[in-house]
């Protein structure tokens, strides 16, 4: 009999430590799977500069309410040349907002699929003070960025960063 016990205890306790629970939206990072952010490089052609192109979309089958501006580019550009240490590059209003306030993103519902898109002109962004990116400064470099964003819960509670997003890394060209 307590040979049975204990298999039906042993059963019992796999069955619940084997079972995934849902993510918990109060931690940070645990609904990133429910979006995909993405960033392509366009370089300067004929009357265009140079631009990053960042793209968030829906994956998760289901309409969310995203915490993230859909108008203004407020994320993080990492670049790391072939030979030097990283840096990162902001737009200038994202950067002040960074240094000078305190703020909260607006709401954006997004329907399964739904995409929203960024279009950057690389002059528009700046790293170390007033260094502006242009397309020579980023031949041959590892370009990342990072955008901080929430997925609103049913409840209407939220965690700042509980869907943020980091892009796959994406190489620039050191062409002439």
């Not at 995203?66 to 990162?88: C, G, M, Q, R």
């Not at 990116?133 to 819960?153: F, Q, T, W, Y």
């Amino acid at each position: 009999m307590n040979c049975i016990v204990a298999s039906l205890a042993l059963f019992f306790g796999c069955l619940c430590g084997c079972n995934p629970s849902n993510p918990d939206p109060g931690k940070t990072g645990s609904l990133t799977h429910l979006l995909s952010y993405s960033v392509a490089y366009k370089a300067p052609g004929d009357d265009q500069d140079a631009t990053l192109i960042a793209t968030l979309r829906n994956v998760s089958g289901k309409n969310v309410k995203v915490l993230v501006n859909n108008k203004k580019f407020h994320a993080a550009v990492t670049i790391t040349p072939e030979t030097e240490d990283s840096y990162t590059a902001y737009t200038r209003e994202f950067l002040d907002l960074l240094t000078t306030a305190i703020w909260e993103e607006p709401i954006v519902s997004m329907a399964p699929k739904e995409a929203i898109t960024w279009i950057v002109p690389i002059g528009t962004l700046f790293y170390s003070g007033d260094h502006k990116l242009d397309h020579d400064s980023l031949r041959g470099c590892k370009v990342v960025s990072e955008m901080n964003m929430a997925i609103v819960p049913p409840d209407g509670n939220y965690v700042e960063s509980n869907a943020a997003q980091k892009s796959a890394a994406i190489y620039i060209q050191n062409e002439e």
